[in-house]
């Protein structure tokens, strides 16, 4: 089975920086999709970004777009996620998250086969 394992999460100050990190127990294909989800309490789950390694295309949803950052470390098997500038509304339990279906990257969570266990971020005013 596949196996994602995040770390990285943490309480931070609003405007501080983290980098989560993802783990994949094996190696991501081309056609792989890789990317972030997170789910603050009450809320639903959101795609937060995505990355297309066969097309090379990303995604970021539009709150963090200029602050968030994803990349592939094809040699680690290492997806990471790079938060800049981190705001209250950040906070939430991060979820890292794969599919295999090679159709690209599908927005609903739902429709990824594989996730990591979350890490918790919080960001305080």
């Known amino acids: 089975q596949v196996q994602l394992v995040e770390s990285g999460g943490g309480s931070v100050q609003a405007g501080g920086s983290l980098r989560l990190s993802c783990a994949n127990s094996r190696d991501i294909r081309n056609d792989d999709c890789v990317g972030w989800f997170r789910q603050a309490p009450g809320k639903e789950r959101e795609r937060v970004a995505t990355?297309?390694?066969?097309?090379?295309?990303?995604y970021y949803d539009d709150s963090v777009k200029g602050r968030f950052t994803i990349s592939l470390d094809i040699a680690k098997n290492t997806v990471s996620l790079q938060m800049n500038s981190l705001k209250p509304d950040d906070s939430a339990m991060y979820y890292c998250a794969a599919d295999d279906r090679g159709d690209g990257c599908p927005s609903a969570h739902v429709n990824y086969r594989y996730w990591g266990q979350g890490t918790q971020v919080t960001v305080s005013s």
């Open positions: 990355f297309y390694p066969k097309r090379g295309t990303t």
